[in-house]
């Protein structure tokens, strides 16, 4: 069983940086691949980026790559998600999610990942 609780979230300008948290509750964090999706009004719930349990595999959105870097770290049992260069269109709710895996292989189906966090808002300012 985890626990996620995102933070971070707020109102940049178009062109600023945010970094979203993870935090993660469970003594067996390191077993889980961890995924950051969004959903803005009226849109359904997209992929942004992905890791591995060992942060060794990383996986991103056509939207985002090379703008956003995900990023754990077990011994803390967090996740973050940088994003730079950011974009009204980057305006959305973050969810942090997580499914238990030991592949390299990641998933970008929402359907996958077993646990939610409630989410936090990002808006960019034209």
């Known amino acids: 069983q985890v626990q996620l609780v995102e933070s971070g979230g707020g109102l940049v300008q178009a062109g600023g940086s945010l970094r979203l948290s993870c935090a993660a509750s469970g003594r067996t964090f390191n077993r889980y691949a961890m995924g950051w999706f969004r959903q803005a009004p009226g849109k359904e719930r997209e992929f942004v980026a992905a890791?591995?349990?060992?942060?060794?595999?990383?996986y991103y959105a056509d939207a985002v790559k090379g703008r956003f870097t995900i990023s754990r770290n077990n011994a803390k049992n967090t996740g973050a998600l940088q994003m730079n260069s950011l974009k009204p269109e980057d305006t959305a709710v973050y969810y942090c999610?997580?499914?238990?895996?030991?592949?390299?292989?990641?998933?970008?189906?929402?359907?996958?990942?077993?646990?939610w966090g409630q989410g936090t808002q990002v808006t960019v300012s034209s």
């Open positions: 999610a997580a499914y238990y895996s030991s592949s390299d292989y990641l998933k970008a189906d929402a359907g996958t990942y077993d646990y």
């Open positions: 890791i591995n349990w060992s942060g060794g595999s990383t």
